[in-house]
């Protein structure tokens, strides 16, 4: 695969080889369940969904279990964890890409990005709000850091590797059809079922 950022190559490559590595278990599927069943208590029905940036399917496997029947869709550069996702979901619905270069041929019930903007060349943040604008069929579940202004945060020693800043106002203010359902927080300290600290935003189109 060719790549127009450093953000895809470094995910691409090795250091997307450890993260597809370590981020798995059933810890994580546990806290996954627990998180979605949160986020998506104000949403209706949902018969579909696509995650941009599905990694191994570790989301996609907490919605399926609560969504029994849900067609699940992702969307992930990294060939190993492509490859993984491919036994987690039905593999023809495996698309191995960046999100770059990613066109939605339809819309889906629910479009997921969960820690994914944060790694996006910020440059390109306005096509992919884009292609999830168009992929939306009802819902846009995001679950990214949050920061009122864009910031660059160091990351496990690499700089230029993550980006905070209000990605759900900025499709707000880009998309008006799309209306704040609702929002919240989950703490890495969190007793039960811990996330790493993300804010999550339900949108709704309209």
Sequence with gaps: MDFETDQEEFWAGEFGDSYTRRNRGDE???ANL???ARALMQAGPMRSCIEL???IGMNLEALGLLYPGMERFGVELNSLAAKELKTRIQSDNVVVSSI?????????DLVLCKGVL???????LRSVYEKMFMAAGRYILLAEYYNPTPTVVPYRGYTEKLFKRDFAGELIDTYPQLQLVDYGFVYHRDPH???DDINWFLLEKK
């Design 118 to 124: 944060i790694h996006i060349n910020p440059d390109k």
């Design 193 to 195: 079922f811990p996330q």
């Design 100 to 108: 770059l270069d990613f066109m939605p041929q339809r819309k889906w």
């Design 28 to 30: 994580l599927l546990a």
């Design 34 to 36: 627990a998180f979605f």
């Design 53 to 55: 940036g599905a990694n």
